[in-house]
């Protein structure tokens, strides 16, 4: 997703072109959904965040062509809805003990801090979409998911060898990008 295939879509939203819309949807959900992951840690609640914000963008459509950094306000607006949702939901119960002491750490940030921890984690989901399809599926399934080698191997029907590979390959590929 880039910035200039994002605005072209958002200037054919102006239109209310419904197909318009579902061609944005479709270049940035992969990268809003990962977003709300991030936060909420499970799929549905995921997936209702994005619906949501997909829903605010649609009512917004007209005033998003005036917004300088769309990724940002993206971003921002997903993780918004995440935070949001888990209030709503009262889901800090299934938050473990580690992610509790990691969230009272950085509450003692300074704004400049999370602001910059929210810049490298935006880094870090562009870096990843611009991984090759498979390093990224066997990425987000080890890392993000915390599935083993074997369960990733048997659902993308490779070895465990292959799994190791495209996981290396993955790795080396993010730390040129992000360094």
């Known amino acids: ?75 921002t607006m997903t993780k918004n809805a995440a935070l949001d949702t888990l209030g709503k939901e009262n889901r800090w119960d299934t938050v473990s003990a580690d992610e509790v002491v990691l969230q009272e750490a950085g509450s003692d940030c300074s704004p400049e801090e999370t602001l910059v921890c929210e810049e490298l984690f935006a880094r870090y989901v562009k870096a990843l979409e611009q991984l090759p399809e498979r390093c990224r599926q066997v990425f987000i399934a080890l890392r993000e998911e915390g599935k083993s080698y074997a369960q990733v191997a048997v659902e993308m029907g490779i070895s465990e060898k292959t799994v190791d590979a495209q996981l290396q390959k993955a790795l080396k590929l993010l730390k040129q990008m992000l360094l």
């Open 1 to 75: 997703m880039s910035e200039k295939d994002i605005r072209r879509c958002l200037r054919e939203l102006e239109s209310d072109s419904e197909e318009a819309f579902r061609h944005f949807y479709n270049l940035t959900y992969d990268r809003l959904y990962r977003i709300a992951f991030y936060y909420v840690k499970k799929e549905e609640l995921a997936q209702e965040v994005v619906i949501e914000v997909f829903m605010n963008l649609w009512n917004k459509r007209k005033s998003l062509i005036e917004i300088d950094k769309l990724e940002n306000y993206l971003f």
